[in-house]
């Protein structure tokens, strides 16, 4: 009888499962959405009872759609959004909700932990920049000059499969490759907690939860809702990691100079390297892979921003698309591909809740540069689309300037990949073949082949993956034919940001 894996995902806007069997082949999956909070202008939070209520409905549904037997289930792994900062007491108990990387709360608290460390300090031991929300520090002190009563009572300050793992074991822990995005790990030199920035920083440095690696064993399952649902007590859970690593585990990006895309909510260039030489353009982390780091050039809002203008300018189309029972993002990249490449001079800039690499900057926000009295809905959309494009290429050109590969290949995997013209515009503008994985939602499935290597049925990570086809979509060959007016619409996005920057200030 074949043993089953079950991996758990904590995204933005929804909650994944999958479960697969020994031999790395997908037996169920499923995914229920909830919507992240926001109390107050600026804020970004996710209810930490909508995801275990969700992680719940999941494990139900998988199990009685999948005919799954739970009894055979013999690991389970977490990946979960990062950071997703969450302050837990010495019960597990959750005294603060998640609070995820597009936060803007604690603005003030990242220009003190900069004054504190110094900008280049804090790069050279942490391999990243401090930036509010997006570097979980800023989250922890902004709990402590603002909510001290929590702050005495939290036990961990850890992110959110930290507070799945203690729900599951009753034990805590994160892996390294959440950790590296504290503002207070080690994450070039020993891959521990340094004690001289959190004291730096303020953090009793006793509250930061054990390190653990990402395949690692957290504890046996004593959650009673799983146990009565049929999966056996006592069996592992890996502590994973972030989502966007497990993802690339799935993906096989493995070892130096591999290479891959996620199309979601957020867009992500990931560059797997065995050396840790950094750019502070970049969001730098170490990988699920044990002796490997991963590159990140991760735009926040790039699928966001598509999803921000369907509910915003495209009710017609949501309408449409209940009528019909098309997809309505398939109805907006259809109007987009009515007009011609360029988007007819409009340019989008897609920082709509500050943005991480390559800008670094919580004030910057979006941008349409270029609007005219002929500027129609499907210009706006067609550049929406092409923001995401410019700023892959922006990335993959600071990687490639880092690292001195030439990357003209490279996979993409996530549902936003299978836009064909999305993909072709990418191609187009970046200059590289992609191939287009038949693999959507595999953050889950990597939190499984981790859970794989905690039970002992996989020797590694590396060769986990090696389980999981990478089964070829579609491949989309760059073309040359709008070079000309491509390279044009770049140059003003990328120089957008630099001119507006004052102005961003200014605005806040």
Known sequence: MKKYLLGLDVGTSSLKTAIIDQDGNLVAKSAMEYEPKALFPGWQEISAESIWKAVMGNLKAMIKEGDIDPSL????????????????????????????????????????????????????????????????????????NHCPDIYEKTRYFGHINTMLGVMLTGKFAIDRSNASYTSMFDTRGKLEWSRELAEKIGIDFEKLPPLMDSDQVLGGLDNQEFIEMGIPAGTPVVIGGGDTACASLAAGIVKNGDVC???????????????????????????????????????SHAGGSLRWFKDTFCQDMIAEANRTGENVFDLMTRAASQTSAGANGVVFL???????????????????????????????????????????????????????????RFSSLGGGAKSELWSQIKADVIGVDLDILDMNDMA???????????????????????????????????????DAVYKKRYETYIQLYPRLKELYQLSR
């Open 73 to 144: 289930i013999a690991g389970i792994g977490i990946s979960c959004l990062c950071p997703g900062l969450v302050a837990l007491g010495a019960n597990g108990e959750v005294l603060q909700d998640p609070i995820i990387y597009s936060d803007r709360r604690s603005v003030e608290e990242a220009e003190m932990i900069k004054q504190a460390v110094g900008m280049d300090h804090l790069f050279y031991i942490t391999a990243n920049r401090c930036m509010s929300g997006a570097m979980s520090g800023t989250s922890m002190l902004w709990i402590k």
């Open 444 to 482: 889950p499935v990597g939190a499984a082949l981790l859970a794989g290597v905690g039970a002992g049925i996989f020797k590694d990570a590396v060769e986990a993956s090696t389980h999981i086809e990478k089964k070829l979509y579609r491949r989309v060959v760059s073309s040359r034919v709008n």
């Open 350 to 408: 897609p920082y709509m809740m500050g943005e991480r690499s390559p800008v670094w900057d919580s004030d910057a926000r979006g941008v349409f540069f270029g609007l005219s009295l002929n500027s129609t809905r499907s210009d706006m959309i067609r550049a929406v689309l092409e923001a995401a494009a410019y700023g892959t290429r922006q990335l993959k050109e600071i990687a490639e300037d880092l690292t001195g590969l030439s990357l003209k």
């Open 261 to 299: 895309e996620s199309v979601g909510t957020t867009n992500v260039l990931t560059i797997c390297v065995d050396q840790p030489n950094f750019s502070p353009s970049n969001i730098n982390r170490c990988h699920v892979v044990k002796g490997t780091w991963i590159y990140q050039g991760a735009m």
